[in-house]
């Protein structure tokens, strides 16, 4: 069957699903999204969108009966409006709430969202507060959180035996807390740290700290970056072949999106991936199929996280049988999804994070029909290395 054959099977209840929240009746079950639709972010929340809306369509449109009914809010990636916006669909009496992209945001509508009782998954916000010292009883995280990516940027440099490691963060709040975390954690496989290097948000000239990073003895150079200072810095950094010399790594620094953008400068670097089209199991294969045919395009790992957590928990509703959000709540927090597209996950009552296995990927030359960066997974963690038992 070619790449168009089973997106049959997802497709065929797509007339059930309602993407007009005016055509909405009293027995439909609707979803508030809430996700960054403009601005830097909002290629992200378009993709967890298409994520998102196809999980209801692999399902036939519906659940508990009544067709699922999606209503998309733009959070502009600001923390206020998200509130603004969560509290107004939360008015409108939507069934539960998806998003956001930003953490800052997320965290900011956990807090409204407890109190109205609505259920909140969240499929790509990484803050490890989301799921700690934050955490709310109707959140729910279904992907990575930052401690994961940590652990599997250590395992990395252990496995890769990088003994001395140069530092690019961010000069922010949540890029500083990650290294801080992450030091420790290279310290632990045995890795030096030679320098490290905060360069301001939104910089365009990285001369200087490429330069030094030659200059030293590093085997090893982890990027705290993200959007376009990575992109910056992987041109830049490539056009004078740091990463022929030395190991780049980080944490979403690099997957077919950002290949697209740096381009051939890309091949050879590493990164952790939260999701990837080549994951082969059964239903990945399926899921990658009727999202290229209904959208020209590999899902990105926005979409493939989207999709992981939307239908995990309407799989959930379901098995409830019952129309009680508070009913959902206490289901979703100690089940297990044996259909992740990424194998299995298991939702840890005691901080509302899944478990799951993580991988991690190399940027290589694409084969047609693959975009021309294409990602390889080059490792795989399992659950038990990333997640420690709950205290």
């Known amino acids: 069957m070619n790449i168009f054959g089973k997106a049959a099977l997802f497709a065929a209840g797509a007339a059930a699903l309602v993407a007009n929240p005016a055509l909405a009746d009293e027995d439909a079950f609707r979803v508030g999204g809430i996700v960054s639709l403009s601005g830097a972010y909002g290629v992200i929340g378009e993709s967890m969108r298409k994520g998102a809306e196809l999980a209801a369509e692999a399902r036939g449109g519906t659940v508990l009966g009544a067709p699922i009914v999606f209503e998309w809010e733009d959070t502009e990636t600001n923390p206020q409006i998200a509130v603004q916006k969560a509290s107004a669909l939360m008015g409108k009496g939507v069934d539960m709430l998806f998003g956001a992209v930003s953490s800052g945001s997320t965290l900011a509508v956990m807090k409204v969202s407890e109190r109205r009782g609505v259920p909140l998954i969240v499929t790509l916000s990484a803050s490890d507060r989301i799921t700690g010292e934050d955490m709310a009883s109707n959140t729910f995280r279904t992907s990575n959180p930052v401690r994961m990516e940590n652990t599997m940027m250590a395992e990395f440099v252990g496995r890769e035996k990088l003994g001395k490691i140069y530092a690019v963060v961010a000069d922010y709040g949540v890029g500083r807390d990650m290294w801080d975390d992450l030091k420790g954690r290279l310290d632990a496989v045995g890795a030096e740290i030679v320098a490290?290097?905060?360069?301001?948000?939104?910089?365009?000239?990285?001369?200087?700290?490429?330069?030094?990073?030659?200059?030293?003895?590093?085997?090893?150079?982890?990027?705290?970056?993200?959007?376009?200072?990575?992109?910056?810095?992987?041109?830049?950094?490539?056009?004078?072949?740091?990463?022929?010399?030395?190991?780049?790594?980080?944490?979403?620094?690099?997957?077919?999106?950002?290949?697209?953008?740096?381009?051939?400068?890309?091949?050879?670097?590493?990164?952790?991936?939260?999701?990837?089209?080549?994951?082969?199991?059964?239903?990945?294969?399926?899921?990658?199929?009727?999202?290229?045919?209904?959208?020209?395009?590999?899902?990105?790992?926005?979409?493939?996280?989207?999709?992981?957590?939307?239908?995990?928990?309407?799989?959930?509703?379901?098995?409830?049988?019952?129309?009680?959000?508070?009913?959902?709540?206490?289901?979703?927090?100690?089940?297990?999804?044996?259909?992740?597209?990424?194998?299995?996950?298991?939702?840890?009552?005691?901080?509302?994070?899944?478990?799951?296995?993580?991988?991690?990927?190399?940027?290589?030359?694409?084969?047609?029909?693959?975009?021309?960066?294409?990602?390889?997974?080059?490792?795989?963690?399992?659950?038990?290395?990333?997640?420690?038992?709950?205290?």
């Open 196 to 391: 490290e290097d905060y360069p301001p948000l939104g910089g365009r000239d990285y001369a200087l700290i490429i330069d030094k990073i030659k200059k030293t003895d590093a085997d090893g150079v982890v990027m705290i970056m993200t959007g376009g200072d990575a992109i910056t810095f992987l041109k830049q950094s490539g056009q004078v072949g740091l990463k022929d010399e030395k190991q780049i790594f980080g944490t979403m620094v690099m997957d077919e999106m950002m290949g697209e953008a740096v381009g051939d400068l890309s091949f050879g670097v590493n990164s952790t991936l939260r999701y990837h089209f080549a994951i082969d199991n059964e239903v990945n294969r399926a899921f990658v199929e009727s999202y290229v045919a209904k959208y020209g395009v590999y899902p990105d790992q926005a979409a493939g996280e989207a999709y992981d957590g939307m239908a995990w928990f309407l799989d959930v509703v379901e098995e409830t049988g019952v129309w009680d959000q508070q009913a959902w709540i206490k289901a979703f927090s100690t089940s297990t999804n044996t259909k992740s597209l990424e194998g299995v996950k298991v939702m840890r009552a005691c901080d509302h994070q899944a478990a799951q296995s993580g991988i991690f990927g190399k940027a290589i030359k694409g084969e047609a029909p693959h975009p021309n960066v294409t990602m390889e997974i080059s490792y795989q963690f399992d659950s038990e290395t990333l997640f420690p038992a709950c205290d």
